[in-house]
């Protein structure tokens, strides 16, 4: 797709109000932040939701529902849920795949288990093709999200099972611990990897984000930004919103000529449903 594909991943799942004031916790808080980063620029927001007592990652269904109710109502941004375990949590796998009940147009598959530091984040590949069967019987597209090397065979095998369809959407994670290292050359050879009919985004964490994306656009890419990625604008300076960093990389994109692709235009390069 020649339009660049922007998506905002507005809150994950363990970024704390010790760590910024500015991150989005409450479903309000949420729904405020999605619809801000869509009116920036994005075609995509990245639901995680946050438990309204503790504030950590959940996969409580009504949370969902409200958020998604909430956006639907303000805008018509693409949808994606997470079905994350949560790294160092390892959520039941009947509650990852919960949300799956609402019918997103969108829904992330993490392709592998690994290491965020010390915390352990389980995913078997039973799990992948139970979840994959499930979203095919949905109509929900896969977002599968590739954390090293290693995951990108994963993705092989899964299309050799026909448990994939092209195009197949898939997001290079750039720079977690103990994951690939956000580099030129790594990230390079992860393109190299890709199956063909792959429409492909990419995103660093933490210092690593805005050198990313910009790399992202400069290979054809599609930029994945937001506070779930990093809470800083620059160095040490917090960004003050989702939406800040959504404006930034869509300046840059139009800098370089290229044209920012609305939620309508991104269902149909992905092959969403109706």
Not at 17 to 41: F, K, M, N, W
Not at 68 to 73: A, D, F, R
Not at 121 to 141: D, W
Not at 212 to 240: K, W
Request: overall charge negative; proline content about 5%; glycine content about 8%.
């Amino acid at each position: 797709m020649d339009k660049v594909i922007i998506t905002c991943a507005v809150t994950g799942s363990r970024i704390t109000r010790e760590q910024t004031p500015y991150i989005p916790l409450s479903p309000q808080e949420i729904i405020d932040a999605a619809v801000a980063a869509h009116l920036a620029g994005a075609a995509v927001v990245h639901i995680h939701v946050r438990d309204k007592i503790t504030h950590l990652g959940t996969q409580d269904i009504s949370l969902f529902r409200e958020v998604s109710e909430g956006i639907q109502s303000r805008c018509g941004v693409i949808q994606c849920f997470t079905t994350s375990g949560i790294p160092g949590r390892n959520l039941s796998e009947n509650d990852r795949l919960a949300p799956l009940a609402l019918n997103p147009e969108l829904a992330s598959v993490d392709l592998g288990s690994m290491n965020f530091g010390k915390l352990t984040y389980l995913v078997t590949e039973e799990f992948i093709e139970r979840e994959l069967k499930q979203m095919r019987e949905r109509n929900i597209k896969p977002e599968l999200e590739v954390f090293d090397l290693g995951m990108l065979e994963t993705c092989r095998r899964l299309i050799k099972q026909d448990l994939l369809k092209p195009p197949y959407y898939i997001g290079l994670i750039l720079g977690t611990p103990s994951g690939a290292p956000a580099e030129v050359r790594v990230f390079q050879t992860m393109l190299d990897l890709l199956p063909p009919d792959s429409i492909w985004f990419a995103t660093g964490v933490g210092k690593h984000s805005l050198n990313i994306a910009v790399q992202t656009l400069l290979l054809g890419g599609h930029p994945r930004v937001g506070l779930e990625d990093t809470i800083y604008f620059s160095n040490g300076v917090l960004a003050r919103s989702n939406a800040e960093l959504v404006d930034r990389v869509v300046r840059i994109a139009k800098e370089m000529g290229k044209e920012i692709a609305t939620p309508d235009e991104a269902r149909q390069a992905l092959g969403l449903k109706d």
